[in-house]
């Protein structure tokens, strides 16, 4: 983002997760993130983590799972350089409700705790198809770290528009 040529927010983010089918409702999951963000105070942030989760509502109309697990994360403190990693504990829900046959709404939350700081993100969304393949999707993305480098914020919040190309 930018305000009058001056640039003011400024994130590249990837994730991933693969899950492994156990029973009808549970998995084992292994996942990685990575996340640069120019304006949080860390140059980048990175984990790698595994566990377990289960679905605990899985219609056709609602999905709500949960999971848990344990990995690894390091990090880069963008004002002194310094990098760091250590062992953290990691949980997370994930929310869908079909209200219609074209729009739903959506709810991520995850936390990632270590012995350096807790990072919390949730994501909240509505999702209108307006093809078989075409969404339109806005939402809210509110991140917060319990220690953030010194000077900075501890919430950020992120609002967006998506196009959605589902395949």
């Known amino acids: ?9 400024e994130r590249y983010g990837a994730n991933w997760q693969s899950d492994y089918k156990l029973t009808e409702r549970s998995f084992w999951f ?11 105070g860390f ?4 984990s790698l983590s595994t566990g377990y989760g289960y679905k605990f509502i899985d219609t056709d109309k609602v999905k709500f ?23 953290i504990g990691t949980a997370g829900f994930d929310y869908e409700n079909q209200l219609n046959d074209s729009t739903k ?6 936390i ?12 909240l969304g509505v999702e209108v198809k307006m093809s078989t393949v075409l969404s339109l999707a806005v939402g809210l993305d ?13 919430t950020d919040t992120l609002t967006t528009a998506n196009l959605v190309y589902s395949f």
């Open 1 to 9: 983002a930018a305000n009058e040529g001056l640039t003011t927010a």
């Open 43 to 46: 140059d980048y942030q990175a």
């Open 65 to 87: 799972a949960g999971q848990a697990g344990l990995g690894y994360r390091r990090l880069k403190d963008g004002i002194t350089g310094a990098t760091a990693g250590d062992m």
């Open 142 to 154: 509110v991140r917060s770290n319990t220690k953030p480098p010194a000077g900075l914020k501890k």
């Open 112 to 123: 990632e705790s270590g012995s350096d700081h807790t990072l919390f993100a949730n994501y």
């Open 105 to 110: 709404v959506l709810d991520q939350f995850r």
């Open 30 to 40: 292994g996942g990685l993130r990575y996340e640069q963000d120019e304006f949080s």
